[in-house]
């Protein structure tokens, strides 16, 4: 008997709603609200919300008018809880648990990062230990799966997530949001010839970003009052060598530490071209396998709750209906809500 899974997404500034069919993803709409942040230099949280209220019933509608599937159909509603904004998470919840008590089927909290991990399914199946580089603008963490529906986090930062760094870093040189999109197109034109710090260079799989950050604000602040020029191309790969380095180091001595068979790339920041390239030649001849996400796969989207969603249905991972949002959820506390 085959499975029809409907799942909603609206922790950030992307409304999106798919409709996958055991393998077989039949619908994907991804409604990004990007244009309107940009003119914020960042995502408002307010404004998110109101848009996600407004677009949610569209993108619902012409996900299942693409997957061809009726309301009828759907065997459970797989839904976004957490992390991400309050506001734009109660949406997508509220849409979820209105379809699931309508239709009196189950309703499946799903955790945001842990769906972005399972993203990677839609290349290939995830073979463990795997080592997961959860990368994004709220997150950066290295998780060790030892199987399916096992998340350790063996490192996190300690302050900035690594997204919101390069955010930040974009934002002080003039660049639009969001910031890792414009950084990584510069640094290829540029020299590493600027000496950045490197925090918590040490053996822990631990990360920090804020003093990275910080020093480039304070360097390009000097220039400006000194009336010096700063070479944004070369600034721009010496950052990126810096910040991409850090996880590059770290991930590979865990794949070491952790005997890891598989490597794949989750979140936002796994689009950078830097990461993606040295990741795949780092680990090149080891026996290490790795999954390079579509572009598709890294912004946020309904694919990748759905394909988790499959995982938790199976294992009647399901909430009551009065079930609340968690914009802080832990990967490792997935199944508490
Ligand atoms: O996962 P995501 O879409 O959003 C949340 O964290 O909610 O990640 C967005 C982050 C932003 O900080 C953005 O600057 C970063 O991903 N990003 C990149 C690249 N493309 C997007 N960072 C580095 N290089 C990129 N090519």
């Known amino acids: 008997m085959s499975t029809t899974l409907l ?13 996958l069919r055991d ?9 990004t609200q990007i ?11 307010e404004i998110a919300s109101r848009l996600h209220a407004e677009n949610i019933s569209i993108v619902l509608k012409e996900a299942l008018e693409k ?3 009726k309301l009828e159909e759907i065997d459970a509603f797989a839904v976004t809880r957490g992390p991400g904004l309050i506001g734009a998470l109660h949406v997508g919840l509220q849409a979820a648990k209105t379809l699931a008590a309508l239709y009196g089927k189950p309703l499946i909290p799903v955790h945001h990062l842990a769906a972005h991990i399972y993203a990677n399914e839609y290349v290939k199946p995830l073979i463990f230990p795997c080592l997961a580089i959860v990368v994004s603008g709220g997150n950066t963490e290295l998780v060790i799966m030892k199987n399916h529906l096992e998340f350790e986090i063996i490192g996190e930062t300690k302050d900035d997530a690594v997204g919101e760094c390069y ?3 974009a934002r002080v040189l003039g660049l639009p949001y969001p910031g890792g999109i414009p950084i990584d197109a510069l640094s290829k034109k540029g020299q590493a010839t600027y000496k950045l710090p490197r925090p918590l260079h040490d053996h822990s799989f631990d990360f920090s970003y804020s003093g990275l950050k910080t020093s480039i604000i304070n360097m390009v602040h000097t220039a400006e009052q000194k009336g010096e020029k700063i070479v944004i191309e070369d600034l721009c790969r010496s950052f990126q060598e810096t910040a991409i380095g850090m996880i590059l180091d770290k991930s590979l001595r865990a794949v070491e530490h952790y005997q890891v068979k598989q490597v794949v790339l989750a979140g936002g920041v796994s689009a950078n071209s830097y ?3 040295q990741i795949v030649s780092r680990l ?8 390079i996400p579509p572009m598709w796969c890294c912004t946020d989207n309904a694919a990748m ?6 995982y938790l249905y199976r294992e009647k991972v399901f909430a009551p209906l009065d079930v609340a949002v968690d914009p802080n959820w832990q990967i490792d506390h997935f199944r508490e809500f």
């Open 284 to 291: 090149e001849g080891g026996g290490v396998d790795v999954i």
């Open 275 to 277: 990461l993606r390239s």
């Open 23 to 31: 393998d077989k993803l039949l619908a994907n709409v991804v409604s």
């Open 167 to 169: 955010d930040k870093v």
């Open 305 to 310: 709750i759905a394909k988790l969603g499959m």
């Open 7 to 19: 799942a909603i997404e609206s922790s950030c500034d992307e409304t999106a709603v798919a409709v």
């Open 35 to 45: 244009e309107i942040h940009q003119k914020y230099g960042g995502v408002m949280p």
């Open 67 to 69: 997957s061809q599937v």
